[in-house]
Every structure is written in C-alpha cells, then in structure tokens.
C-alpha cells in the first residue's frame, strides 16, 4: 500500500499523520529510506505486525532525532528489519514490550545508529531465529550493554549483535559493572547464536560471549607495588625514554618477574593474567630519571593508568626499605610530559625536594584528572613550575602544604588547567621571586582562589 511511498524525499521534513492499525506484509517497506530532511516520523498505532512491514521504513533519514512509540506486542518475520539503519541523529530508542518475537523481526533494526547512546530493554525469554542479529552493529556511541534475559536462545539470535560497538569496553577480569548471558540459557540446537556478539568493541574481550560466564566494564587495576611502577591499559601501548638519562639502571618487565635493562628502543607492554596489558618499570643507584629538555614517550591508543611510587624509579630497594632515595636537579623534569593517554599518575611522597625534580612533569596530560598529593613542606627552585602546565582535563588537585616556596616554584603549575574549577589550600608564607607567577593562568573554569 505505502511501499517507498516517499523514499528518496531529501526535501521532506515532517511526515503525514498515519493511522493504520491493520497492517499488511510489506506496507510500508521502504517507506521514508533516505528522506534525510525528516525530523519527526508519524506515530506508529498497530499492535499487531505484519512480514516486513515496516521494514527499512526509515532507514538513512540522519535527521530523526527521536523515534517513534512502537506498541506492537504481536510480531512476524522481519517486521522492524533494518527500520532505523543509518539513523545517524537517533539518540534515543523506542520501548520494545514485545516478549513473543519473531525470525529476524529486529535484525538490523538500529544497525548504523552512531548516536544513540542507550538501548530499549529487551525483556523476551524465548528467542527466534535472527531475532536480534545485527541489531546495534556500528552504534559507537554505546557504553553499555542491555541486560538479555532470555533462557532459550535460537539460531543466530544474537548474531554480530554489537559488532563494531567500539565504545563499549568489556574485559574477562574486572570490577563492577557486569554483564553476561544468563547461567540457565539453553543454547540446544540453537547454530552460532553469539558469533562475532562483540567483534569490533572496545574492551579486551571482544569474542563470543559463554553462557553463565561473567564480563566486566571496569578493568582490573594495576596493584599498587613498593617495588616498581606498574603501567596498564587495555590496549597494547610502548614507553620510550627520548634520552638515556640516569647514572645507575633503568629495567622493565611484563610480568614482574623477568627483567630487562630499559634504553632508548623502549618496551612494549604484554597482554597477562589480569586481561590488560601491562608494564613494570624500576631502577637502582640514580638520582635523575628525566631532564630539563627531554622526558619519555608514551605510543598508546587507549587510556594509560600508573601506579606505584615514582621513587622506585631511582632506587627500588631503598623504597622498599622505607626510606626516600635522594633527589638530583631536574630529577623527573618532563617525565610525561604529553602523555596524553595519561589518566592516573603516580604517587609522589617526596618531602626533601630538588631543583626542578617535577618541573614540567604531566605537562599536556590532557587526559589527567587527578593530581598526586605534594607533601613536602619547603618548595626547591622551579621543582613545581609547568608541573601541570595544559592538563585540560585537570579537575580535582591537593592542597598545597609547603609554607616556604623558593624561585619559580610553583610558576605556571597550573597554567592552562580550563577544566580547573577549585584551587588547592595555599598555605605558604614564606615567598620568594615569582614562585606563584602565572600559577593560575588560563584557569576558565576556576571560581574561587585560595
């Protein structure tokens, strides 16, 4: 009756009213494909569908904001297929109360949807044939997975159902949130009803998800060691010194057992026991490991996060020991400096400073959010200065206890920190040439001083 009535519309931006209740196979297939120009789509009554018939109905209208109601209970094969596909402006997606489904009635349905950032619950327990293969492929906008109640699954029902959701992150060891397949699902008879599930998302385990089995949003955290710096990520990523510059020895190791002198070839992380790659680093008889100029280079493609001291970096033993290994001038200057994929620092315990230990140290970690606590009491010359100097995603920083700041201190330290909206308690009172200068500069968001 209405098959690709106004396919093809680019001009069309508002579309009829439309009443039908009694719906035939095929009717309105096609019907809106590529009216780009479409803002609002008609309300959809019917309660019971037909074979296809609203099949592609909208597919490729980038300008559908919000979707229909669809109230339909009674399906039949591929009623809704590909209804939505390429709906590129859809943020959000209609209720489904269906529970009885039907072969491929939702495949494809929101295949394509870039922007819809949350999924309809799907509360059927039986499933058929296709049912819900491909139907949120290419939405990279998704961070979460809807729960999937079902306990008989059916041929390919989940088929490529989240393929190529990159920005959802799923991992086999983790911390909550969780997600998985219910551990009374029955999969007899039921040919590749999870294959390619979760090929192409963004977390570590991106294969076919096992009934009963328990996946994680959040990744196991690096275990905080006395005696080396742990670095982890979900993806592979390298640390490259730029310089040789430390007097005694730098190592790696990708299991904290074997290690290996660290040189300007760099390291790769390795995949381990904990579903992330990971790399430990340590060193022994230095009192520099940076410089004034040149610091290290991190080739990531996901969210790095650091833990540990950052003094096991100059003597491991002596941390372990309890004690503080001693700092020379520009001790970690520049360190991470443009470590943009840099999302958790390390800690900094050192009370006794150096001239320019931290200077310029996070500076362009864009993605830090956190600044370690600073607990020394009498600032060293330039030790803080540029410290933190364009971290655009800097919000939450410590206080600042030193009562006694030598030149440049803290100059520049938080300059250009725009997401910066509280500043850190001052406490100091002992004051030497601009060792505040420039401080704050560029703080857009910053609405009290200290």
Not at 395 to 409: E, K, Q, R
Request: negative net charge; proline residues 6%; charged residues 10%.
């Amino acid at each position: 009756a209405c098959n690709s009535m106004f396919k093809g519309c680019t001009s069309l931006a508002t579309a009829p009213a439309f009443a039908a209740t009694n719906l035939a196979n095929y009717c309105c297939q096609y019907m809106f494909e590529g009216c780009t120009s479409l803002t609002n789509a008609p309300a959809l009554a019917a309660g019971t569908l037909a074979t296809s018939c609203y099949a592609s109905m909208f597919k490729d209208c980038t300008s559908l904001a919000e979707a229909p109601e669809l109230p339909a209970t009674n399906l039949a094969s591929y009623c809704c297929y590909a209804m939505f596909a390429g709906c590129t402006g859809l943020t959000n997606a209609p209720t489904l109360p269906a529970t009885t489904l039907a072969g491929q009635c939702y495949h494809k349905m929101f295949s394509g949807c870039t922007g819809l950032t949350e999924t309809p619950a799907l509360a059927a327990t039986t499933l058929a044939s296709h049912c819900y293969a491909n139907m949120f492929e290419g939405c990279t906008a998704l961070t979460r997975l809807p729960e999937l109640p079902a306990t008989t699954l059916a041929t390919a029902c989940y088929n490529a159902m989240f393929n190529g959701c990159t920005g959802v992150t799923l991992h086999e060891t983790g911390t909550a949130p969780i997600w998985g397949i219910p551990a009374d699902a029955q999969d007899e008879g039921a040919i590749a009803w999870n294959q390619n599930m979760l090929l192409g998302t963004g977390g570590t385990f991106t294969g076919d998800p096992a009934i009963g089995a328990t996946y994680y949003y959040t990744p196991s955290t690096p275990p905080v060691s006395t005696a080396y710096l742990t670095f982890a990520s979900t993806n592979a990523f390298k640390i490259t010194p730029q310089v040789q510059y430390w007097e005694g020895v730098v190592e790696y190791s990708t299991d904290a057992a074997e290690w290996h002198e660290l040189t300007t070839t760099g390291a790769d992380a390795a995949l381990g026991g904990f579903g992330d790659y990971r790399l430990h680093i340590r060193g022994t008889n230095n009192t520099c490991v940076g410089s004034s100029m040149f610091g290290w280079n991190l080739n990531a493609t996901a969210p790095v996060v650091c833990s540990g001291n950052i003094e096991t970096l100059l003597d491991y033993p002596t941390v372990e020991g309890g004690a503080h290994p001693a700092m020379g001038a520009d001790c970690f200057g520049n360190l991470f400096r443009n470590w943009t994929w840099l999302v958790n620092a390390p800690a900094l315990p050192a009370v006794t400073l150096a001239e320019g230990c931290y200077r310029g140290m996070f500076s362009g970690c864009t993605r830090l959010e956190s600044a370690p606590a600073l607990p020394a009491a009498t600032l060293a010359k330039e030790c803080y200065r540029d410290m933190f100097n364009g971290c655009t995603g800097l919000t939450d920083v410590p206080g600042l206890p030193a009562g006694t700041l030598a030149d440049y201190a803290c100059n520049s330290m938080f300059k250009g920190c725009t997401s910066l909206a509280t500043a850190p308690a001052f406490a100091a009172t002992n004051l030497a040439n601009y060792c505040c200068q420039y401080m704050f500069e560029g703080c857009t968001s910053l609405t009290n001083a200290p």
